[in-house]
């Protein structure tokens, strides 16, 4: 399976636990992104990475959260003191830049869904 | 500001009836691209389609047709001849020049009856 995959596909944690998820894009894909979705939303974006980079930032990831790529292949999302409201599917898409400079498609995974109790 | 509405929240439909999803969006870009993503009840999100800003040919895929109209803001997405397996959220998103961030609407879901 050549598709982005993440870990682990859900969570479950008492509230002021810390959290890491893991995501492996697709193997020659340069971006990498990380969304949030809750109930009855569309994903919501969240940060991305162009190889070990992280170039963006929403306003969305508050000081608890952070995201490394270190080597440009798979990412980490850490949650830390987590709160009932970080409860979401977090989702990872990677995609590749074009030697022009476009953009291109996003692939998404599978997600992992947090539960905070 | 960049925005996609998709006003229908759910629609419902018989087995074979054609369906359309509207999507208006909203950017100052004069470069930007659209897309429609299929969420089935696993969750994962799947990529059906892309469209450039400067193209805007109609795309059809087997039952799957796309109408793109710069004057109005607007890409729907028609089935025709929908099936069981249709049923899912549907996602339109939207991305700026560099395109680095999808600005995603609400979905609309679609149930397909038997």
């Known amino acids: 399976d050549t598709g982005v995959s993440q870990d682990p596909r859900h969570k479950i944690t008492k509230r002021g636990q810390n959290v890491t998820f893991r995501c492996d894009p697709i193997?020659?894909?340069?971006?990498l992104y990380w969304y949030r979705q809750t109930l009855g939303q569309g994903p919501e974006f969240l940060t991305y990475?162009?190889?070990?980079?992280?170039?963006?930032k929403s306003r969305l990831l508050s000081d608890r959260f952070s995201a490394e790529r270190p080597k440009g292949s798979f990412s980490t999302l850490e949650i830390q003191r987590t709160e009932q409201g970080d409860s979401a599917m977090y989702l990872c898409?990677?995609?590749?830049?074009?030697?022009?400079?476009?953009?291109?498609?996003?692939?998404f995974g599978p997600g992992t869904r947090l539960l905070v109790l | 500001a960049q925005k996609v509405t998709q006003a229908q929240t759910e629609i419902s439909v018989v087995e074979k009836e054609d369906v359309t999803l509207d999507c208006v969006y909203e950017?100052?870009?004069?470069?930007?691209?659209l897309f429609w993503y299929k969420q089935p009840p696993s969750g994962e999100l799947v990529f059906l389609i892309r469209?450039?800003?400067?193209?805007?040919q109609n795309e059809i895929s087997g039952r799957y047709s796309w109408n793109f109209q710069k004057s109005t803001s607007s890409f729907n997405f028609t089935i025709t001849a929908s099936q069981v397996v249709d049923s899912a959220v549907y996602f339109c998103?939207?991305?700026?020049?560099?395109?680095?961030?999808?600005?995603f609407g609400a979905g609309t879901r679609l149930f397909v009856k038997a």
């Open positions: 898409a990677s995609s590749s830049i074009t030697d022009r400079g476009t953009q291109e498609t996003q692939y």
């Open positions: 193997s020659e894909h340069n971006r």
């Open positions: 990475f162009q190889n070990e980079a992280q170039l963006e």
């Open positions: 950017t100052r870009d004069t470069t930007y691209y």
């Open positions: 469209r450039n800003s400067f193209d805007e």
């Open positions: 998103a939207l991305a700026g020049t560099g395109g680095f961030k999808t600005i």
